[in-house]
């Protein structure tokens, strides 16, 4: 099962998605894998968070051209090395609010980017889909190629409402497309020590039980410093707890992928 693929997902804006992609990435790295970001945002946040300022410049390729039916570039035309050791980036452009035009009238276009992040072969251990904020054509094609989704849930009551669209998404997409398989779990982020958090995180166990990852992500200003000075937290303040709580959870889904897979090898 290589590249084990994670796609970053939830239709709600400002979660922690890319934060967590780019955080998980570095913890992942840190340990040896070798990592692919794919920035998969028009808005281009994951790959402005890596310290590419100006994308639309800087790139002559991006997911773009990965995507578009009339180009099929291969990912590896298109990647750039970031300053994370052992991490690449396939970086956005905001031309990607357009695709969805171009791949709605292709035969088979849910599979587009399954069929090139599978060309990279053994190249990666790892490959982070980072979705934009919709449940639209480029959240469908990541929960297609991904193994595992990751949703960040903000502790919040609205939050909870939320989930429930997305469940409506990932049923059907499972049958539409066969994959049974795709698992998701959720994370919860941004938690402070009040009251009305811890409630809301209970509550969100009890909903969604074993679905939840044990590790949770507490609230910290070092998160937006990291993203301004263009870096992961993981790489910005290495011992602090919020890194710590990036690298704990890099080792629960490594646990826990070992553990699928024993189960699926009987
Ligand atoms: N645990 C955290 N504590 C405090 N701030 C955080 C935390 N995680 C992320 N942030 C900050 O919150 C903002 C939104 O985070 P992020 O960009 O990761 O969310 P997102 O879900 O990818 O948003 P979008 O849907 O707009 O792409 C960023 O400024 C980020 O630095
Ligand atoms: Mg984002």
Known sequence: MKPYIIALTNQKGGVGKSTTA?????SFADRGSRVLLIDLDPHAGLTFSLGFDEPEKAFKKTAYEVLDPDQRTPIADVVVETKIPNVDLVPS???????DYKLVNQADWARALAKRIAATGQRYDLVMLDC??????LTRMALVAAHLAVVPVQ???LALRGLQLLNHVVG??????DR???????????VQSTKHHEEVEQEI?????????????RRSV?????TLAGQPLLLYQHDHQGAQAYRELAEEIRAYEQQAQAVSEG
């Open 132 to 137: 934009p904020p919709s449940l639209g054509v």
């Open 93 to 99: 452009h905001q031309d990607l609010v357009e695709i």
């Open 222 to 226: 070092r998160f937006a410093d990291s």
């Open 22 to 26: 780019l955080n998980l990435a570095a």
């Open 172 to 177: 059907p997409l499972r049958e539409d497309t």
């Open 155 to 157: 502790a919040e009551w």
């Open 180 to 190: 049974h398989d795709l698992r998701v779990r959720y994370l919860v982020t941004m």
């Open 205 to 217: 166990r009890a909903v969604f039980g074993d679905e939840v990852f044990r590790t949770v992500i």
